[in-house]
């Protein structure tokens, strides 16, 4: 059975993209560009940690992690990843990181996102309350804010932090490996990703979460489960071929202004509106993805079978058409009616399983 071999954020964060030895390298000339002021500037293990404190040392230990995972499931690497622990990374900043062959990647960290947090709540009860006196609209902010910090601390878990960083080096790394390193698309379309099926680039990502996360992905699948039934809440065909369930509302996002690399923290009213601007539940999405890449994984023997199928992509070919010419030498259907209907076996049996009983 299924073994959990890798170690959400209280708000919704949206990236939008050795020892450690602080201003080596191009930290030396990003910081004589005046591109970061301020902050420091941490070489790590396949990148660089830019940050406003010597938070630094605390994230290296995540890149080799990341980069070793994704060797195991897709292919060694050599696409490097600056984390820059600020919501925003400048345009000027992120064209630096490119020329340097770096791939940025925005993080908000728990000061800032407590920050953020504040901010986007006195922001919605300034606009909910306007006709109030001062004193009484104070006095709203102070009780919504201590009721958002007790249902949802703004500090991440660090064990969560790092599974989440980890997913989002993923994103980049599989970006890197099927568009190449340039960024963006090559044809213009909007996509979350890279330029194969959001599923996959999705997969990409959550293959390189912590035992944490996975757990939590299972815990989240198990609770459907129980409630209703659930084993597979998208189709698989529909699941195969459809957009990201967070594309248009991280378009729209995108949309809010700025040049550079952000990310986003969003609560209350603005996380409610971004769910319902997506055209479904990211999570949903996210646990399906978890539980199809231990099926096809545990059903091949193969823990690169990820890999081949995104050479087929690729290629311009599709999973219809690797299954029918390799899906049966690794131990699967040889067409997607058959893929969907093992699939969904396997989930259920999966799920009915008391998870004390999984080997860890």
């Given at each position: 059975?299924?073994?959990?071999t890798?170690?959400?954020l209280?708000?919704?964060t949206?990236?939008?993209?050795?020892?450690a030895?602080?201003?080596?390298?191009?930290c030396?000339?990003?910081?004589?560009?005046?591109?970061?002021?301020?902050?420091?500037?941490?070489?790590v293990?396949?990148?660089?940690?830019?940050?406003?404190?010597?938070?630094?040392k605390?994230?290296?230990?995540?890149?080799?992690?990341?980069?070793?995972?994704?060797?195991?499931?897709?292919?060694?690497?050599?696409q490097?990843?600056?984390?820059?622990?600020?919501?925003?990374?400048?345009?000027?900043?992120?064209?630096a990181?490119?020329?340097?062959?770096?791939?940025a990647?925005?993080?908000?960290?728990?000061e800032?996102?407590?920050a953020?947090?504040?901010?986007?709540?006195?922001k919605?009860?300034?606009?909910?309350?306007?006709?109030?006196?001062e004193?009484?609209?104070?006095?709203?902010?102070?009780?919504?804010?201590?009721?958002?910090?007790?249902?949802?601390p703004?500090?991440?878990?660090?064990?969560i932090?790092?599974?989440?960083?980890?997913?989002e080096i993923g994103h980049?790394?599989?970006?890197?490996?099927?568009?190449?390193?340039?960024?963006?698309?090559?044809d213009?379309?909007?996509r979350y990703?890279?330029?194969s099926?959001?599923?996959?680039?999705?997969?990409?990502?959550?293959a390189l979460?912590?035992?944490?996360?996975?757990?939590?992905?299972?815990?989240?699948?198990?609770?459907?489960?129980?409630?209703?039934?659930?084993?597979?809440?998208?189709?698989?065909?529909?699941?195969?071929t459809?957009?990201h369930?967070?594309?248009?509302?991280?378009?729209?996002?995108?949309?809010?202004?700025?040049?550079?690399?952000?990310a986003?923290?969003?609560s209350?009213?603005e996380?409610?509106a971004?769910?319902?601007?997506?055209?479904?539940?990211p999570?949903?999405?996210?646990?399906?993805?978890?539980?199809?890449?231990?099926?096809?994984?545990?059903?091949?023997?193969?823990?690169?079978?990820?890999?081949?199928?995104?050479k087929?992509?690729?290629?311009?070919?599709?999973?219809?058409?690797?299954?029918?010419?390799s899906?049966?030498?690794?131990?699967?259907?040889?067409?997607?009616?058959?893929?969907e209907t093992e699939?969904?076996?396997?989930?259920?049996?999966?799920?009915?399983?008391?998870?004390?009983?999984e080997?860890?």
């Amino acid at each position: 059975m299924r073994r959990f071999t890798v170690a959400a954020l209280a708000l919704a964060t949206i990236a939008v993209a050795g020892s450690a030895q602080a201003d080596d390298g191009p930290c030396v000339e990003w910081r004589e560009a005046g591109l970061i002021d301020g902050l420091t500037c941490t070489g790590v293990d396949r990148g660089v940690v830019i940050a406003p404190t010597s938070s630094g040392k605390d994230y290296a230990g995540i890149f080799p992690i990341a980069f070793e995972r994704f060797a195991q499931v897709f292919a060694p690497t050599d696409q490097k990843i600056a984390l820059v622990v600020q919501p925003e990374v400048s345009k000027e900043l992120a064209s630096a990181l490119a020329a340097d062959g770096y791939k940025a990647l925005p993080w908000v960290d728990g000061e800032a996102r407590a920050a953020m947090l504040k901010a986007s709540i006195v922001k919605q009860i300034e606009a909910q309350t306007a006709s109030l006196p001062e004193a009484q609209r104070a006095a709203v902010s102070e009780q919504a804010l201590a009721k958002a910090n007790a249902s949802a601390p703004a500090i991440a878990d660090p064990v969560i932090e790092a599974g989440s960083i980890a997913h989002e080096i993923g994103h980049l790394l599989f970006n890197s490996y099927f568009d190449g390193a340039e960024p963006g698309s090559t044809d213009g379309t909007p996509r979350y990703g890279s330029r194969s099926p959001d599923w996959l680039d999705e997969a990409a990502a959550v293959a390189l979460e912590n035992e944490t996360l996975t757990r939590s992905r299972y815990a989240n699948a198990r609770a459907a489960f129980a409630a209703d039934g659930t084993v597979l809440p998208i189709p698989v065909q529909t699941y195969l071929t459809m957009d990201h369930p967070s594309l248009r509302a991280a378009q729209a996002i995108k949309g809010r202004g700025g040049e550079g690399a952000k990310a986003v923290s969003l609560s209350g009213d603005e996380a409610k509106a971004f769910l319902e601007a997506s055209g479904g539940n990211p999570v949903v999405f996210y646990r399906q993805t978890r539980l199809f890449i231990d099926f096809l994984t545990e059903r091949s023997g193969n823990p690169r079978i990820l890999f081949s199928i995104a050479k087929a992509y690729r290629d311009g070919g599709d999973l219809a058409g690797w299954l029918a010419q390799s899906g049966g030498e690794n131990g699967l259907p040889t067409t997607l009616d058959g893929l969907e209907t093992e699939f969904e076996a396997w989930a259920r049996t999966t799920l009915a399983q008391d998870p004390a009983d999984e080997p860890a």
